[in-house]
């Protein structure tokens, strides 16, 4: 009864602290003096369509390396915790037909769906990350049709290690070309709302699509083995 | 119009929320979890900010879902040895 009564007063508690966000909101009437100058000159100086993705992947480029980062060290992590059960020879069960069926039908369109999205990061809203998670959700299901597959696991590994190493690459590139890490006009920037324009966006976030991907795709592929 | 669509999902989403916590079959409870997921999305949605809903509706309702089911399956089968 203590207990509850506990949870209670911290609810209640937290109710009090963040009743003036609600109450004293005045929402704003212009953009704040970062804002304005993205809206101003982001068309211009970065090229991309979709102002969200020109601020992701260029002004706070930095910031989105730290998150793939972020990710990259809790795939790790889970990979440690969770390989380190012992590995039982279990029979797998054959997946069922259907499954099999509608993973052939489904697989192909659901990744060419996850490739639309990231390499139209920077003119449709979507990019890297969305891409990603779609990725990895195609191959989700590839993985629980045919459970056991060695290729599918070197093409994960190959595919996360590949990407990252190109992302930071063009990072140093665009810090060795250009004005700094991971600027984008290492490329030309093209004409604008095109799909080649915004200089090097849609190839970094092509990669950060595919790294998101086949670290999600870890992760899922450590918890199904036991 | 839009405002009523708002606080509908909203109230579906605080139900779904309360049954993920206090409903008994651990399954509906995470399905639950992903039903707020993907209310949460459509929220974005309206409040125009798209890129946030993609995000939320592959993570929050799909992969976190299939996440969870693997725990539980994990879970049942340690429950099993010991």
């Known amino acids: 009864m203590g207990k509850r009564i506990i949870v209670i007063i911290t609810l209640a508690l937290f109710v009090f602290i963040s009743l003036p966000l609600v109450l004293d909101f005045i ?41 793939v980062a972020v990710l990259f060290i809790a795939t790790a992590g889970i990979g440690f915790i969770l390989s380190r059960e012992k590995w039982r020879k279990r029979k797998q069960r054959c997946s069922s037909s259907i499954l099999q069926t509608g993973t052939r039908v489904l697989l192909p369109l659901i990744i060419m769906f996850g490739i639309y999205i990231f390499i139209n990061g920077h003119l449709t809203p979507g990019g890297g990350f969305q891409g990603g998670v779609i990725i990895a959700s195609g191959i989700l299901v590839y993985i629980l049709a045919t459970p056991k597959n060695k290729l599918i696991d070197f093409l994960i590994s190959l595919t996360e290690s590949i990407s990252g190493f190109g992302y930071v690459l063009l990072g140093v590139l665009g810090l060795i070309l250009a004005a700094g890490f991971l600027d984008n006009s290492i490329l030309p920037l093209g004409k604008f709302g095109r799909l080649f324009s915004a200089g090097a966006i849609p190839l970094i976030y092509s990669l950060i699509g595919l790294k998101v991907g086949s670290e999600l795709v870890n992760i899922l592929k450590y918890l199904r083995r036991d | 119009m ?49 890129d946030v809903a993609m995000t939320e509706a592959a993570i929050g309702s799909g992969l976190t879902t299939v996440v969870f089911l693997y725990a539980l399956n994990k879970m049942r089968k340690s429950g099993e040895d010991g």
């Open chain 1, 27 to 67: 929402p704003t009437q212009e953009l704040s003096y970062v804002s304005q100058k993205y809206v101003k000159d982001g068309p211009e100086e970065v090229g991309a369509q979709n102002l969200v993705t020109a601020i992701i992947v260029t002004y706070r480029g930095f910031d989105t390396l730290g998150e």
């Open chain 2, 2 to 50: 839009e405002l009523v669509i708002l606080v509908v999902i909203s109230l579906v989403m605080i139900a779904a929320a309360i049954m993920a916590i206090y409903s008994k079959n651990l399954i509906s409870a995470i399905i639950s979890a992903g039903v707020v997921s993907l209310l949460a999305s459509i929220i974005y949605l309206l409040l125009a900010a798209p």
